[in-house]
């Protein structure tokens, strides 16, 4: 019974420590060094390449070693093979951490006293209340909530879009397409933290952006995808919006050319805002593995169908 990681390699000794630790009956194997594939039953990955899968006869489980599974070709797992998400304490602060960060520097102007140094000029700002500001989280799974949560601890006015009703004490919900144009009337800073699918593709666009108030800002933390890159540059200069925090690129890296780089209020960072950790996410996934053993119900399965 062996259970193989095939992802970043920084973390890979972390991850076997912890399994060769607590569970010695696994033979835990790290990529390339995976022995005889024949034994493979449960696979940690971040993408899951047909003629890799093809190769393991005795799959039982895919884990994506991230949060999101867009970047998984669903197809080459065979349709008895579960996958599973990475919902994990580590990823989830890291999530919180960099968008109250982010959410936080724009509440606070700190990119406009960044400029304004720059510029050699003193000039304070009004420092407004938290309570006046609306923050507005699309996407309330496990990472949109827990950025609620946190949020809420400033003193934000707060409101969540999800495909379907999630209530929350302290945060309008809207749900699903009708209100989308209702919530994002009220956003002041908008967050994209959507899984990517066909649906929401491309979401992040020309319209949305002109039902948000003149000058929102717009924090991606969901995937590149999600958003027309056109679209924003021209609602940036339109004034329309008027900051863009952005974790995630298509394609990543970024191409050298691309006007983002560029950009006075474009903020950049090369997809960090969140990382499993290892030490956190391997007693979880081994709890997922144990369940599996016993025939329990897996934790975080994803339904293949709604691609999340
Ligand atoms: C990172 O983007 C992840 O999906 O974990």
């Known amino acids: 019974m062996s259970i193989l990681y095939r992802s970043d390699a920084p973390r890979a000794a972390a991850w076997a420590h912890y399994f060769r630790k607590f569970a010695p009956d696994l033979d835990f194997r790290v990529w390339p060094d995976a022995g005889d594939l024949d034994d493979v039953e449960y696979l940690i990955a ?12 005795r799959l039982k489980v895919f884990f994506s070693s991230g949060a999101g599974v867009d970047h998984v070709d669903f197809s080459a797992l065979p349709e008895h093979v579960p996958i599973v ?11 919180v951490e960099y968008v109250s960060l982010g959410v936080l520097a724009l509440h606070r102007d700190f990119f406009d006293y960044q400029a304004a140094k720059a510029a ?19 996407g309330m799974g496990a990472l949109g909530r827990a950025v609620l949560e946190r949020l809420a601890s400033y003193g934000f006015d707060l409101r969540g879009w999800n495909r379907s009703l999630r209530v929350m ?49 717009l924090i991606n933390v969901g995937r590149g995808p999600h958003l027309v890159d056109a679209d924003l540059l021209e609602a940036l ?10 974790d995630v690129t298509e394609p990543e890296p970024l191409s050298a050319e691309h006007p983002f780089w560029a950009h006075p209020r474009v903020f950049l960072t090369p997809h960090v805002a969140s990382m499993t950790q290892p030490e956190s996410a391997a007693p979880i996934l081994l709890e997922n593995v144990r ?3 016993r025939g329990e119900p897996l934790k975080d399965v994803i339904d293949r169908s709604r691609g999340y």
């Open 169 to 217: 004490d302290g945060v309008e919900s809207f749900a699903g397409p009708d209100q989308l144009q209702p919530f994002l009337a009220g956003c002041d800073v908008l967050i994209c933290l959507l899984p990517l699918t066909p649906a929401t593709k491309g979401i992040l666009n020309r319209e949305l952006f002109s039902l948000l108030p003149v000058g929102a800002a």
């Open 85 to 95: 998400r990475m919902v994990e304490p580590g990823i989830i602060d890291g999530m």
């Open 46 to 57: 971040w993408q899951a390449p047909a003629e890799f899968i093809a190769k393991l006869p």
């Open 237 to 246: 200069d339109a004034g329309q919006l008027s900051r863009a925090i952005l």
């Open 120 to 138: 050699g000029v003193w000039n304070p700002l009004e420092v407004p209340p938290a309570s006046s500001r609306t923050i507005g989280v699309m």
């Open 291 to 293: 369940r599996h053993q």
